[in-house]
């Protein structure tokens, strides 16, 4: 079969020579499907300048190489660039993956843009360079969860009648809408390109669309009085937004931002231009483009202290915002927290965090078996349930069917290894591929984000991740990736990806088993390590450590 970049293949028929590599070509190419990649014709699947493969050449080398790769054979790719073919084993990684790593004393965004202009590096984010990205699909529930947690601590238990403003509707971004209104808030977000929120629109993440600030605050604020959890993108910098706010007096009840700020140069807008007047500015003078991005930065996180400080509760999204404005000059940029020690944290003691799976028949069906399998081996879990019954009514399929799934130690070996029974008696008509986000409870060291703020102090400390890519290889995962600069930018993360596939044998029975014990395994361990309380009482209960 003649593969195109637009065209997923699904169904039983192999391209490669087994379901391993055919996962992986699978995967791939869904990623850069045009219902789930932002911009494929860039090769740009999301977060900025996230990409799947280094440049066109690249990859339809790696198609090539994965169609023909043995089952005792190892893949090996270079920042996008597919470099070598070696021998290993069956239950090896049938690909190795390292993107944009840089020797930390040259690990900066202009030492990277030079390389990627020599065309010797390419930014991976998380899952864009891991071949294991599905949309906003795969971020809507951590979304959720982070507003939900929010809604426990600060009001009573939902989000009814609070307006919650944000800024930023690309790939992750775009989750916001949806999971603020399920829930049942009110979601007021500034987008500066009219066909990130047209795109949200048609894959029903957002309700509406506004073209003035003021007449969107208004119905905003109607909404909050009436209520009713709607969504509103208005398409305006988010400077704009926040200006008009403080002006008119309104304290939104919480607040946040997924601009891609991590990038100043492809990521971020700075205020007072046009799109197109941007995109001129970034080509002819990127330098002047980079110092106007970090003035709106900073001023977009004065605006987000002084709400603070008027009574909105404000967290940083996981984009470096905070870092950007801090390194010119915003001294309190860090008054506000993360939303890792602010809401998650806990879950990521016990082993919790985005795993997600992937039925690479492409049909819909697949996957509401997956969901019913779900249920059943997790009866007790009400805000599973709860979730999947959401997910079923309210979430649209991108590209390959998928299902996202927070399921911490011991659920997700339980999950994969009763979707290999699946598969294995038929019930699905094709193998099931599990994989989950670098941002999850072991595989990411992430001072700005996941591991902000440590009880021990040691934030920085990235020997986990390795950890965590190398226990994985060793496993027998069918992928394993390891990154940097994934969410905050270059210098500052290193973060791991795994990817497993249930093609109903027994060889991926005990991959799955290993694999999916020792991957979230890795969180508790890393948790307990640095003397969370929850971490330690999951390595007991689940006798990890030494
Ligand atoms: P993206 O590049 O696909 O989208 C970013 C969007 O922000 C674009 O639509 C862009 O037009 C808009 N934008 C940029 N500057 C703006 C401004 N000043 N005002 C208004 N809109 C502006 O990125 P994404 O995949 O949505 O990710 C967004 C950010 O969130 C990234 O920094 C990413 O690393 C981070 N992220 C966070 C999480 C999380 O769970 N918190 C997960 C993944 C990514």
């Known amino acids: 079969m003649n593969l195109k970049i637009s065209q997923t293949p699904y169904g039983n028929t192999l391209n490669c020579k087994g379901w391993v590599q055919e996962a992986a ?22 977060g900025g300048r996230g990409k799947a493969a280094r440049n066109m050449e690249a990859l339809e080398l790696i198609i090539k190489a994965l169609k023909n790769l043995e089952e005792d054979e190892t893949l090996l790719v270079q920042s996008g660039k597919p470099v070598a073919v070696l021998p290993t084993h069956k239950d090896a990684p049938r690909v190795l993956i390292s993107n944009s790593q840089l020797v930390p004393k040259w690990a900066t965004q202009q030492h990277f843009d030079e390389l990627e202009d020599k065309g010797l590096m390419m930014y991976g984010q998380m899952t864009a360079g891991s071949w294991i990205y599905i949309g906003s699909q795969g971020i809507v529930q951590g979304t959720y969860e982070t507003y939900s947690a929010l809604a426990k601590k600060h009001f009573n238990s939902n989000l009814r009648g609070k307006l919650n403003v944000t800024a930023g509707l690309g790939g992750m971004g775009g989750a916001q809408p949806l999971a603020i ?14 066909w990130r929120i047209q795109k949200r629109l048609k894959t029903r993440y957002i309700d509406e669309i506004a073209y003035d600030i003021d007449e969107a605050i208004d119905k905003a604020l109607q909404y909050k009085e009436e209520q009713k959890a709607i969504s509103i993108g208005v398409v305006c910098n988010a400077v704009e937004l926040l200006q008009r706010l403080i002006d008119r007096n309104i304290v939104p009840d919480t607040l946040t931002d997924q601009t891609s700020a991590h990038d100043p140069l492809i990521g971020y807008f700075p205020e007072g231009l046009t799109v197109e007047a941007a ?6 003078n990127p330098d002047e483009y980079v110092k106007q991005s970090y003035a709106t930065m900073a001023k977009h996180v004065q605006q987000m202290l002084e709400l603070q400080k008027r009574g909105a509760i404000t967290f940083d999204y996981g984009n470096n915002l905070r870092g950007r404005a801090l390194e010119v000059g915003v001294k309190n940029a860090f008054d506000f927290p993360g939303f890792v020690p602010a809401y998650i944290r806990p879950l990521f003691c016990e082993g919790k965090g985005p795993f997600r799976w992937a039925a690479l028949s492409g049909d819909p069906q ?23 019954t ?53 595989s990411v060291a992430s001072p700005n ?14 020997d986990w991740p390795i950890l965590n890519a190398l226990i ?8 394993v990736s390891l990154h940097h600069g994934g969410g905050v930018g270059i210098g500052y993360s290193i973060h791991a990806g795994m990817v497993i596939v249930a093609d109903g044998t027994e060889d991926a029975a005990r991959r799955l088993k290993r694999v999916l014990h020792n991957d979230p395994a890795m969180g508790v361990i890393r948790h307990a390590d640095a003397g969370y309380d929850i971490a330690k009482d999951t390595l007991r209960k689940h006798r990890l450590g030494l």
């Open 25 to 46: 070509l699978r995967m791939l190419l869904n990623n850069l499907d045009p219902a789930v990649a932002e911009r494929p014709e860039d090769l740009i699947v999301y």
């Open 472 to 479: 994985n290889t060793a496993g027998g995962a069918s992928w």
């Open 181 to 194: 209104t399920m829930n049942q808030g009110v979601c007021l977000a500034a987008e500066v390109e009219e």
């Open 390 to 442: 959401m997910a079923q009514e309210r979430i649209a399929f991108q590209g390959l069917p998928a299902r996202i799934c927070w399921l911490g130690q011991g659920e997700r070996e339980k999950a994969g290894l009763a979707f290999n029974r699946l598969v294995a008696e038929g019930k699905v008509k094709a193998p099931i591929v599990i994989g989950r986000d670098h941002l999850d409870t072991g």
């Open 279 to 284: 995109a001129d500015l970034r080509k002819n």
């Open 449 to 462: 984000r996941e591991t902000e703020a440590m009880l021990d102090g040691s934030d920085a400390v990235a």
């Open 366 to 388: 697949d996957i509401y078996e997956t969901d019913k399998l779900i249920l059943e081996l997790f009866p007790e879990n009400e805000s599973l349930k709860q979730w999947i």
